[in-house]
């Protein structure tokens, strides 16, 4: 069992920077890969990035070159470095665990609260 609880969001300006922290509790947190999610009022939840166990990462077009995801396994923490915010990023950004192969497909184990992103132009 794990479980993942995200911090660190807020209201910020376009072209603002925000880092997200997902904290998972449980000792198989380094066994998962972990993902991020946000999902904007009335669309989808849509897949931002993950990282495997290993550190490689995987990022949807929109925020490449724009954000890092990384992770501290001795922390059993995820990160989400946002850096040149847009207002198209505003959203409920959710943290995830399971398989990278899942997790692009929107899938998880596990799921986190979620924290509100709000970028105002």
């Known amino acids: 069992q794990v479980q993942l609880v995200e911090s660190g969001g807020g209201l910020v300006q376009a072209g603002d920077s925000l880092r997200l922290s997902c904290a998972a509790s449980?000792?198989?947190?380094?066994?998962?890969?972990m993902g991020w999610f946000r999902q904007a009022p009335g669309k989808e939840r849509e897949f931002v990035a993950a990282?495997?166990?290993?550190?490689?990462?995987y990022y949807t077009n929109s925020v490449k070159g724009r954000f890092t995801i990384s992770r501290d396994n001795a922390k059993n923490t995820v990160y989400l470095q946002m850096n040149s915010l847009k207002p198209e990023d505003t959203a409920v950004y959710y943290c995830?665990?399971?398989?990278?192969?899942?997790?692009?497909?929107?899938?998880?184990?596990?799921w986190g609260q979620g924290t509100q992103v709000t970028v105002s132009s």
């Open positions: 995830a665990a399971g398989t990278v192969s899942d997790l692009q497909l929107k899938r998880a184990d596990y």
């Open positions: 990282i495997r166990w290993t550190g490689s990462t």
């Open positions: 449980g000792r198989t947190f380094s066994t998962y890969s």
